[in-house]
């Protein structure tokens, strides 16, 4: 209630509730590219001063976590790395049960070639995997073919999705896509959960209409732990191994988080400076 700044987190929305009690905020600076935790429009009519780094490619451009997570995500269900490795934590080797699909010859297709996109590209080069893409722009990159949505879907083995959350990306990926898509392959999303019509995946999990998924966001992130516990997907995952989630750790590196808390720190301090110079 006294603060003039803060420090957002990504697991806390900015809500009504959230600004009703902060009366003497006047900064708010958030150390992350997505914005779908805050709202823009009120923070606004609050006349609040808001940061976020999607648009500081000086810095960001060294940020290659999320893209290493997506591949730790493919690697972990291709090569079904969880349950064989619980398994053989308890003295059983089955080594036969846990045959896995490699990487190599592979199609990738990667949704948004923007930065995280690219670096992503990069890396599924490195496998020796075939890289498609989709954008909303005409990016010419590293010699990968731009296509539809749906040639996307029916082509690849592995998608990774790396675009923003926005009126136009929410529940981008549906029923029609996941029937689209091979029964072999696997959807990754590090973005933001409501990309996923999170109801159309598990039904396409669950009929086998497609073979896996790897998460590290859901649409509930910023509940309690109780009640994130009854999440749909995450109750799924307690009894089914072809969903693995992750607690939104795509940028949670010593690097990434450091450099960007230091940074939106700085910028806030910046402001406050500023606003104090000219009497605010």
């Excluded at 209630?1 to 959230?18: G, N, P, T, V, W």
């Excluded at 089914?240 to 910028?267: C, Q, V, W, Y």
Aim: charged share 30%; net charge positive; glycine share 8%.
């Amino acid at each position: 209630q006294k603060a003039d700044a803060y420090l957002a987190s990504a697991s806390i929305q900015i809500d009504r509730e959230f600004l009703s009690k902060a009366k003497n905020l006047k900064v708010i600076g958030s150390p992350s590219t997505g914005v779908d935790h805050m709202n823009l429009d009120l923070i606004k009519k609050n006349k609040i001063k808001c940061f976020d780094i999607s648009k500081e490619f000086k810095l960001i451009n060294s940020f290659t976590a999320t893209s290493e997570l997506a591949f730790g995500l493919i690697l972990a269900l291709n090569r079904k790395i969880v349950s064989s490795s619980l398994e053989a934590s308890t003295g059983k080797w089955g080594r036969e049960r846990y045959q896995g699909n490699q990487l190599y010859g592979k199609t990738l297709g990667i949704i948004g070639l923007g930065r995280l996109g690219k670096i992503s590209a990069r890396i599924g080069k490195g496998f020796g995997m075939e890289v498609i893409a989709n954008d909303i722009k005409n990016i010419k990159f590293n010699g990968i073919e731009l296509v539809s949505l749906k040639k996307l879907a029916l082509l690849s083995d592995i998608i990774s999705i790396h675009v923003h959350l926005n009126k136009e990306t929410e529940n981008l990926i549906d029923k029609n896509f996941f029937n689209q898509m091979k029964k072999n392959a696997i959807i990754i999303n590090t973005a933001r959960g409501k990309i996923i019509n999170e109801k159309d995946l598990l039904n396409a999990l669950r009929r086998k209409k497609i073979a896996g998924a790897g998460l590290d966001v859901i649409d509930g992130e910023w509940l309690t732990d109780d009640k994130r516990s009854e999440h749909d997907l995450i109750k799924y995952t307690k009894k089914n191994s072809n969903l693995i989630i992750t607690p939104h750790i795509g940028g949670s590196t010593k690097e990434s988080i450091e450099d960007s808390r230091i940074f939106m720190a700085k910028k806030i301090v910046s402001y406050l400076k500023k606003l104090k110079k000219n009497n605010y």
